[in-house]
Each structure stands twice: as structure tokens, then as C-alpha cells.
């Protein structure tokens, strides 16, 4: 089976400091990628960071990491230096071999200032 | 350039009735993903097309659910004899090809209703 797994309902941050959104996975594919994406209020999905499972490196993109531990099957995103603007959904996916995609229940954060 | 349209934005039907939501993607994106979202969840993976074709259609929930993507480009997601457990908001996202960190572009979705 193929699973997502986002543990933390919301999350709080105090703005300008560094938060993690914790995201394991459950796959018996030797070959899938990891994505995260953000659902702002208004609704639309905005990808921001993506993970190949054979990638050697830990992605980045500008304030935003990911922490890829494959032997325990986990993704976590790192924001850094949050904002305001960060407050949203945060939806963790994994793409399968099949190219089939599955999403986690995803994480509410709140950015305080 | 233009993102992924859905239409309409909101569609409010009532049960037993029969419904079409229509997907405009990216011009040139090859694949093309249906979800459906229900309230405080991720979206559920329902189909996905390469191309005309329907690549993988095992997410959709039972027979009253069909999609066509007739010339590669639009799609119609149709849902019959709807029922008020069909009602989420149902999103379309393309990508340009099927690999690697090739993102999906998601549109704003359709909020159905079912009464």
C-alpha cells in the first residue's frame, strides 16, 4: 500500500524563525519522488519543493529544504526565516512508479507574528 | 501565460443529477491529473491521462465517475447520478511530461455541491 503520512494537524511559528513539517511515506517502489505543496486559503496548490528518491542531496529551494531520510522514509520540509505570507496548508505527496500521486492530510501552519 | 482554468468554479446540482467538469491545462502539457478534495483532507488521486488516453483510472471511487481527454488537450471529468457524498472541490493539474520533478500545475478547482 501506499501511504502518506503528516502527523501534525497545525503547527505554530514565530515569524523569522525556522519550522519543520514532518512527512513519512510508505512504499515498496524502488523508484518514486517526493513533492511538497502549499494550499493558501484561496484554495489554489503551489508547488514548492521536489525530492527524487535516488537524489544523493537533500532538496532546497530559496527558504524552503528537504530533509530526506530514506531508510526511515521521511520528507520533512524546513522553512526558514518564516513569514507571514507562509501561513497555509502544507501538503506533503509522493509520486509512485505508476505515476499515480498521493497526498498526506497535510499540515495547517500559522506563521505568528 | 495562462495557468490551468476550471470550469465552472462552483457547481451546486442536485442528487440523482448529472454533472461535467471541464479542465482547460497548459497548452503543450502532455499529462494531465484529476483530484478530488474533500474538506480537511489532501487531494485523493482519482485519474490521469497521458496524451488522449486514460493512463491510470484506478482512483476513480465506482462506474458513475468517467473522464475523457478527446484531443489531448481538455479534459471533462462526468460525474452521473450524483450523490451528497460526491460533493468536494475537485481539482485538474497538469504537467508537461510524466518524470521526474516535472511539477503538476493545479488549477482552482470546481467546488461541487451535491443537495
Known amino acids: 500500500a501506499q501511504k502518506i503520512t503528516q502527523t501534525q494537524p497545525g503547527m505554530f511559528v514565530q515569524e523569522k524563525e525556522a519550522v519543520t513539517l514532518d512527512c513519512t511515506y510508505d512504499t515498496s517502489d524502488p523508484s518514486y519522488g517526493l513533492f511538497w505543496y502549499k494550499q493558501p486559503s484561496s484554495g489554489e496548490m503551489i508547488f514548492l519543493i521536489y525530492?527524487?528518491?535516488?537524489?544523493?542531496q537533500n532538496a532546497t529551494e530559496g527558504r524552503y529544504s528537504l530533509n530526506f531520510q530514506k531508510a526511515r522514509k521521511s520528507a520533512n520540509l524546513v522553512i526558514s526565516a518564516s513569514q507571514l505570507g507562509d501561513s497555509a496548508m502544507y501538503f506533503c505527496?509522493?509520486?509512485?512508479?505508476?505515476?499515480?500521486?498521493?497526498f498526506g492530510t497535510g499540515t495547517s501552519l500559522t506563521v505568528i507574528p | 501565460g495562462a495557468g490551468v482554468s476550471q470550469t465552472p468554479s462552483n457547481k451546486v446540482t442536485e442528487k440523482g443529477k448529472y454533472v461535467e467538469l471541464r479542465c482547460d491545462p497548459i497548452?503543450?502539457?502532455?499529462?494531465l491529473y484529476w483530484y478530488r478534495q474533500s474538506l480537511g483532507q489532501g487531494p485523493e488521486f482519482l485519474i490521469y491521462?497521458?496524451?488522449?488516453?486514460?493512463?491510470?483510472d484506478s482512483g476513480l471511487p465506482n462506474d458513475r465517475f468517467f473522464a475523457v481527454r478527446p484531443e489531448g488537450s481538455v479534459s471533462t471529468l462526468k460525474i452521473q447520478r450524483t450523490e451528497r457524498g460526491d460533493s468536494a472541490v475537485y481539482l485538474c493539474?497538469?504537467?508537461?511530461?510524466?518524470?521526474?520533478?516535472?511539477?503538476?500545475?493545479f488549477g482552482p478547482g470546481t467546488r461541487l455541491t451535491v443537495l
Open positions: 491521462f497521458q496524451g488522449t488516453g486514460a493512463a491510470d
Open positions: 497548452s503543450g502539457h502532455t499529462a
Open positions: 493539474a497538469s504537467s508537461l511530461v510524466l518524470a521526474g520533478a516535472n511539477e503538476q500545475f
Open positions: 505527496a509522493m509520486r509512485n512508479t505508476g505515476n499515480q500521486f498521493y
Open positions: 525530492q527524487g528518491s535516488y537524489d544523493q
